[in-house]
């Protein structure tokens, strides 16, 4: 048995100690999700990952349960934490406040987002995120994560429109970029040479996303303009949701697209946990473990 997996093994490029991974996760909402939320973070813990980035949104809380899920769990991990950050509804010394709050609990890396206006009656101090990413700067010397969208960010008109959007950011103090989810390693790779083309030469990291139930991929991709290849949902309508051989053929597609992306030099890969560890946590070893180490993993 261990020859096998380590043949499978073998069809992958080796890729430790050569790439970083990171875990998006997002605040619970009661005591099922809160004990979900716990086991899935302590177990990615084990991977060592470079860092957590945990979500805000207006519907859940905004900054203020980010900040305190981020204060509880800070006690938890030495891997570093950094906040999804939004503007929108707050005014810039409800701002001010939470950053200074943010910097003095030892948190000096922040995703800076305008975040989403789903009632359409919250007041916008910044009119995007490149200008909230500018008074950021001002208030406090955070590394600076931005959103990117390789297939254009719903709100945009065109692709020129949303890389003049990205370039900006960076202009204003942005130090690194995130990319909305994607299945189509192409699209990236494209839109990664056009932001190149056009002056933006930090690094755009993907963002990796496990299938987890079609009906869920389906309205994600809908709310975020993400084209999904056919075959991704032929192949998932042939099945049953969690099952097995669900996770089987998710953690397939998502190592095929990571390995297409490391051979185009791609070093950083984020992947959007939805709160559950057994994808991406066997993934995550699979990226790195040495091939040596595979006895002691299946014992």
Known sequence: ?????????????????????????????????????????????????????????QNYGGNYKTYNLIKKIKKKTKTEIIPHFTCLGYSKTEIKNIAINYWNLGIRKILALRGDNFSNKLNNIFSNAS????????????????????????????????????????????????????????????FRDECFNYGIKKEIIPGILPIYDLFQLKKFASMTNVYVPKFIYNIFNSIKNNSNSYKIISSIILMN????????????????????????????YLLKIKKNNFSSIIQ
């Open 1 to 57: 048995m261990n020859n096998n997996i380590e043949d499978i093994y073998e069809n992958y490029i080796n890729f430790k100690n050569k790439i970083n991974i990171s875990f998006e996760m997002f605040p619970y909402s009661n005591n099922l999700s809160k004990k979900k939320f716990n086991n899935s973070f302590l177990k990615l813990c084990k991977i060592k990952p470079d860092f957590f980035s945990i979500t805000c949104s």
């Open 131 to 190: 200008d909230f990413v500018y008074e950021l700067k001002k208030i406090k010397d955070f590394k600076i994560f931005v959103a990117a969208y390789p297939e254009i960010h719903p709100e945009s008109k065109n692709k020129k429109e949303d890389i003049y959007n990205l370039k900006k950011k960076f202009d204003n103090g942005a130090n690194r970029a995130i990319t909305q989810f994607f299945f189509n390693v192409d699209n990236y790779l494209k």
């Open 257 to 284: 697209i990571i390995n297409k992306l490391f051979l185009e030099g791609v070093r950083s890969f984020h992947f959007y946990t939805l709160n559950r560890a057994d994808i991406v946590f066997s993934i995550g």
